[in-house]
Protein backbone atom coordinates (compact mmCIF):
# COMPACT_ATOMS: atom_id res chain seq x y z
CA UNK A 1 0.00 0.00 0.00
CA UNK A 2 1.36 3.07 -1.00
CA UNK A 3 -0.53 6.50 0.29
CA UNK A 4 0.11 10.26 -1.52
CA UNK A 5 -0.43 13.00 -0.22
CA UNK A 6 1.53 15.79 -2.99
CA UNK A 7 1.87 15.91 -7.16
CA UNK A 8 2.38 13.14 -8.61
CA UNK A 9 5.71 13.58 -11.14
CA UNK A 10 5.26 14.42 -14.80
CA UNK A 11 4.57 11.05 -17.37
CA UNK A 12 2.83 9.30 -14.49
CA UNK A 13 -0.37 7.88 -14.38
CA UNK A 14 -2.17 8.75 -11.64
CA UNK A 15 -5.61 8.96 -12.04
CA UNK A 16 -8.54 7.08 -13.41
CA UNK A 17 -12.30 8.21 -14.15
CA UNK A 18 -15.40 6.10 -15.74
CA UNK A 19 -18.15 8.12 -17.76
CA UNK A 20 -21.51 5.92 -17.31
CA UNK A 21 -24.94 6.17 -18.29
CA UNK A 22 -26.37 4.59 -14.68
CA UNK A 23 -24.60 6.31 -11.90
CA UNK A 24 -26.60 4.33 -8.65
CA UNK A 25 -25.56 1.11 -11.14
CA UNK A 26 -21.90 1.56 -11.18
CA UNK A 27 -21.90 2.94 -7.59
CA UNK A 28 -23.50 -0.63 -6.34
CA UNK A 29 -21.68 -2.24 -8.76
CA UNK A 30 -17.92 -0.86 -7.44
CA UNK A 31 -18.66 -0.54 -3.95
CA UNK A 32 -19.76 -4.71 -3.67
CA UNK A 33 -16.63 -5.53 -5.72
CA UNK A 34 -14.02 -2.91 -3.91
CA UNK A 35 -15.49 -1.93 -1.58
CA UNK A 36 -15.71 1.44 -2.68
CA UNK A 37 -17.15 4.85 -0.84
CA UNK A 38 -18.28 7.31 -2.64
CA UNK A 39 -18.13 11.75 -1.82
CA UNK A 40 -18.86 14.37 -3.85
CA UNK A 41 -16.06 16.15 -6.01
CA UNK A 42 -16.57 19.14 -5.02
CA UNK A 43 -18.38 22.50 -5.56
CA UNK A 44 -18.76 22.57 -8.98
CA UNK A 45 -18.42 19.02 -9.90
CA UNK A 46 -21.54 18.51 -10.75
CA UNK A 47 -22.50 14.45 -10.59
CA UNK A 48 -18.86 13.46 -10.35
CA UNK A 49 -18.28 11.50 -7.40
CA UNK A 50 -14.74 10.43 -5.95
CA UNK A 51 -14.81 6.67 -4.91
CA UNK A 52 -12.65 6.31 -1.62
CA UNK A 53 -10.68 3.75 -0.06
CA UNK A 54 -9.68 4.00 4.06
CA UNK A 55 -10.92 7.77 3.33
CA UNK A 56 -9.11 8.91 0.36
CA UNK A 57 -9.41 9.16 -3.09
CA UNK A 58 -8.45 6.27 -5.70
CA UNK A 59 -10.62 6.62 -8.64
CA UNK A 60 -13.63 9.23 -10.51
CA UNK A 61 -17.25 7.87 -11.35
CA UNK A 62 -19.64 10.21 -12.70
CA UNK A 63 -22.12 10.13 -15.70
CA UNK A 64 -21.53 10.61 -19.47
CA UNK A 65 -21.38 13.84 -20.73
CA UNK A 66 -22.13 12.45 -24.34
CA UNK A 67 -24.54 10.24 -24.04
CA UNK A 68 -23.29 8.29 -27.78
CA UNK A 69 -19.73 7.91 -26.04
CA UNK A 70 -18.79 4.30 -24.81
CA UNK A 71 -18.57 3.54 -21.77
CA UNK A 72 -14.47 3.11 -20.77
CA UNK A 73 -12.16 3.96 -18.24
CA UNK A 74 -10.10 6.91 -19.07
CA UNK A 75 -6.23 6.92 -17.88
CA UNK A 76 -5.05 9.96 -16.92
CA UNK A 77 -1.25 11.05 -17.02
CA UNK A 78 0.48 14.00 -14.92
CA UNK A 79 1.64 16.94 -16.38
CA UNK A 80 3.36 19.87 -15.27
CA UNK A 81 1.66 22.52 -17.48
CA UNK A 82 -0.79 20.86 -19.51
CA UNK A 83 -0.93 23.73 -21.85
CA UNK A 84 2.80 23.15 -22.92
CA UNK A 85 1.67 18.90 -23.00
CA UNK A 86 -0.95 19.58 -25.57
CA UNK A 87 1.46 21.46 -27.59
CA UNK A 88 3.25 18.62 -27.79
CA UNK A 89 0.91 15.96 -28.11
CA UNK A 90 -0.46 18.41 -31.65
CA UNK A 91 2.84 18.28 -32.44
CA UNK A 92 3.79 14.88 -31.95
CA UNK A 93 0.64 13.83 -33.97
CA UNK A 94 -2.47 13.25 -31.97
CA UNK A 95 -5.43 15.29 -31.27
CA UNK A 96 -6.83 17.40 -28.26
CA UNK A 97 -10.50 16.10 -27.77
CA UNK A 98 -11.19 18.97 -25.11
CA UNK A 99 -8.53 21.23 -24.82
CA UNK A 100 -7.35 22.42 -21.31
CA UNK A 101 -9.40 23.89 -18.82
CA UNK A 102 -9.43 24.24 -15.40
CA UNK A 103 -11.79 22.49 -13.62
CA UNK A 104 -12.44 24.84 -10.87
CA UNK A 105 -9.54 25.04 -8.32
CA UNK A 106 -8.63 20.88 -8.79
CA UNK A 107 -6.56 21.18 -11.38
CA UNK A 108 -5.92 21.60 -14.84
CA UNK A 109 -7.16 19.12 -18.07
CA UNK A 110 -7.38 18.16 -21.13
CA UNK A 111 -8.44 15.14 -23.18
CA UNK A 112 -6.35 13.88 -25.86
CA UNK A 113 -5.93 10.98 -28.30
CA UNK A 114 -2.49 9.81 -29.12
CA UNK A 115 -1.18 9.13 -32.76
CA UNK A 116 -2.36 5.89 -32.84
CA UNK A 117 -5.68 6.34 -31.59
CA UNK A 118 -5.85 5.83 -27.82
CA UNK A 119 -8.09 8.15 -25.81
CA UNK A 120 -6.22 9.73 -22.42
CA UNK A 121 -6.45 12.62 -20.28
CA UNK A 122 -4.03 15.14 -18.93
CA UNK A 123 -4.02 16.37 -15.38
CA UNK A 124 -2.21 19.44 -13.79
CA UNK A 125 -2.93 19.20 -10.10
CA UNK A 126 -4.57 21.83 -8.08
CA UNK A 127 -6.16 20.74 -4.80
CA UNK A 128 -6.90 17.24 -6.22
CA UNK A 129 -3.40 15.15 -6.90
CA UNK A 130 -5.00 12.27 -8.45
CA UNK A 131 -4.97 9.12 -6.66
CA UNK A 132 -4.09 9.15 -2.92
CA UNK A 133 -3.83 5.56 -2.18
CA UNK A 134 -2.42 2.60 -4.60
CA UNK A 135 -1.19 -0.67 -4.80
CA UNK A 136 -3.44 -1.97 -2.27
CA UNK A 137 -6.89 -4.20 -3.24
CA UNK A 138 -9.65 -1.65 -4.96
CA UNK A 139 -7.10 0.79 -5.99
CA UNK A 140 -4.69 1.77 -8.86
CA UNK A 141 -1.57 -0.27 -9.42
CA UNK A 142 -0.84 -0.73 -13.13
CA UNK A 143 -1.87 1.34 -16.32
CA UNK A 144 -0.81 0.10 -20.05
CA UNK A 145 -1.32 1.29 -23.32
CA UNK A 146 -3.04 -1.24 -25.78
CA UNK A 147 -1.70 -0.68 -29.23
CA UNK A 148 -1.24 -2.40 -33.01
CA UNK A 149 1.01 -0.02 -33.90
CA UNK A 150 3.81 -0.32 -31.28
CA UNK A 151 6.70 1.56 -32.63
CA UNK A 152 4.56 4.37 -33.36
CA UNK A 153 3.14 5.00 -29.85
CA UNK A 154 6.11 4.65 -28.07
CA UNK A 155 7.67 7.61 -30.43
CA UNK A 156 4.59 9.42 -29.62
CA UNK A 157 4.79 8.84 -25.66
CA UNK A 158 8.72 9.75 -25.51
CA UNK A 159 8.25 12.85 -27.52
CA UNK A 160 5.20 13.97 -25.70
CA UNK A 161 6.59 13.17 -21.96
CA UNK A 162 10.26 12.45 -22.51
CA UNK A 163 9.45 8.92 -21.29
CA UNK A 164 12.36 6.15 -21.70
CA UNK A 165 11.68 2.13 -22.08
CA UNK A 166 12.50 -1.05 -20.73
CA UNK A 167 12.01 -4.16 -23.06
CA UNK A 168 9.87 -7.12 -20.89
CA UNK A 169 9.40 -9.01 -24.08
CA UNK A 170 8.99 -12.85 -23.66
CA UNK A 171 7.91 -15.65 -26.03
CA UNK A 172 6.25 -13.52 -28.53
CA UNK A 173 4.90 -11.13 -26.13
CA UNK A 174 5.95 -7.97 -27.04
CA UNK A 175 5.98 -5.42 -24.18
CA UNK A 176 7.63 -2.29 -23.16
CA UNK A 177 7.86 -0.55 -19.65
CA UNK A 178 8.07 3.03 -19.24
CA UNK A 179 10.07 5.42 -17.14
CA UNK A 180 9.10 8.96 -16.40
CA UNK A 181 12.02 11.39 -17.06
CA UNK A 182 11.93 12.69 -13.28
CA UNK A 183 13.72 9.83 -11.70
CA UNK A 184 13.55 6.70 -13.86
CA UNK A 185 10.78 5.05 -11.96
CA UNK A 186 8.62 2.25 -13.65
CA UNK A 187 5.11 4.11 -14.36
CA UNK A 188 3.25 2.30 -16.96
CA UNK A 189 3.48 0.05 -19.99
CA UNK A 190 2.96 -0.47 -23.93
CA UNK A 191 1.48 -4.07 -25.16
CA UNK A 192 1.77 -4.43 -28.58
CA UNK A 193 -1.86 -6.36 -28.71
CA UNK A 194 -2.05 -8.12 -31.84
CA UNK A 195 -4.91 -10.39 -30.70
CA UNK A 196 -7.28 -6.92 -29.95
CA UNK A 197 -10.41 -8.06 -31.92
CA UNK A 198 -11.88 -6.21 -35.35
CA UNK A 199 -13.26 -2.63 -33.98
CA UNK A 200 -11.92 -2.51 -30.81
CA UNK A 201 -9.34 0.59 -30.63
CA UNK A 202 -5.87 0.76 -29.25
CA UNK A 203 -6.91 1.88 -25.95
CA UNK A 204 -5.05 2.50 -22.53
CA UNK A 205 -6.21 -0.19 -19.58
CA UNK A 206 -6.30 0.55 -15.94
CA UNK A 207 -5.05 -2.53 -13.58
CA UNK A 208 -6.16 -2.72 -9.80
CA UNK A 209 -5.27 -4.39 -6.88
CA UNK A 210 -7.06 -7.84 -5.87
CA UNK A 211 -5.93 -9.40 -2.81
CA UNK A 212 -7.72 -12.34 -3.80
CA UNK A 213 -8.41 -12.25 -8.11
CA UNK A 214 -10.24 -15.63 -7.80
CA UNK A 215 -12.60 -14.12 -5.36
CA UNK A 216 -13.45 -10.85 -6.81
CA UNK A 217 -13.31 -12.85 -10.85
CA UNK A 218 -15.86 -14.49 -9.44
CA UNK A 219 -17.69 -11.44 -7.64
CA UNK A 220 -17.61 -9.47 -10.35
CA UNK A 221 -19.73 -12.20 -12.56
CA UNK A 222 -22.14 -12.52 -10.00
CA UNK A 223 -22.72 -8.91 -10.01
CA UNK A 224 -23.89 -9.15 -14.31
CA UNK A 225 -19.94 -8.91 -15.19
CA UNK A 226 -18.08 -10.64 -17.62
CA UNK A 227 -14.39 -12.11 -17.81
CA UNK A 228 -13.02 -11.09 -21.82
CA UNK A 229 -9.52 -12.67 -20.36
CA UNK A 230 -9.47 -15.90 -18.09
CA UNK A 231 -7.89 -15.94 -14.77
CA UNK A 232 -4.23 -16.01 -15.82
CA UNK A 233 -0.37 -16.36 -14.02
CA UNK A 234 1.70 -14.08 -15.47
CA UNK A 235 5.21 -12.92 -14.17
CA UNK A 236 3.56 -9.28 -13.27
CA UNK A 237 1.41 -11.89 -10.44
CA UNK A 238 -2.47 -13.66 -10.95
CA UNK A 239 -5.09 -11.48 -12.90
CA UNK A 240 -7.86 -11.30 -14.98
CA UNK A 241 -9.32 -8.68 -17.57
CA UNK A 242 -13.06 -7.83 -16.25
CA UNK A 243 -16.23 -6.29 -18.65
CA UNK A 244 -18.00 -4.16 -16.06
CA UNK A 245 -21.87 -4.31 -16.76
CA UNK A 246 -22.25 -0.89 -18.38
CA UNK A 247 -19.39 -2.26 -21.14
CA UNK A 248 -16.29 -0.86 -19.31
CA UNK A 249 -12.98 -2.62 -19.40
CA UNK A 250 -10.19 -3.20 -16.75
CA UNK A 251 -7.83 -5.56 -14.99
CA UNK A 252 -7.56 -7.06 -11.87
CA UNK A 253 -4.22 -8.22 -10.55
CA UNK A 254 -2.99 -9.48 -7.24
CA UNK A 255 -2.02 -6.79 -5.17
CA UNK A 256 1.80 -5.98 -5.46
CA UNK A 257 4.82 -6.75 -2.83
CA UNK A 258 6.77 -4.58 -2.30
CA UNK A 259 9.52 -4.31 -5.15
CA UNK A 260 6.83 -4.95 -7.21
CA UNK A 261 6.03 -2.82 -10.64
CA UNK A 262 3.51 -0.76 -9.58
CA UNK A 263 2.12 2.95 -9.25
CA UNK A 264 5.20 4.27 -8.38
CA UNK A 265 5.12 7.91 -6.08
Not at 4 to 13: E, Y
Not at 21 to 35: T, V
Not at 42 to 57: D, K, P
Not at 178 to 206: E, I, Q, T, Y
Request: proline content about 5%.
Amino acid sequence: MSTKISSWPAATPMWVDLGVDDLPAAKSFYADLFGWEFVSGGEGSGEYLLAHVGGRAVAGVGPKQDPRTPTVWTTFLASDDVDATSKKVVAAGGQLIAPPFDVVDSGRMALAMDNVGAVFGLWQAGTHIGAERVNEHGALCWNELHTRDYAAARSFYSEVFDVSYQDASSDGFIYSIFKRPLDGRDVGGVHHDSDMPDGVPNHWLAWLASNDVDATAARAQDLEATLLAPIMDSSFGRMAIVQGPQGETFGIVATPSTGDQAVSD
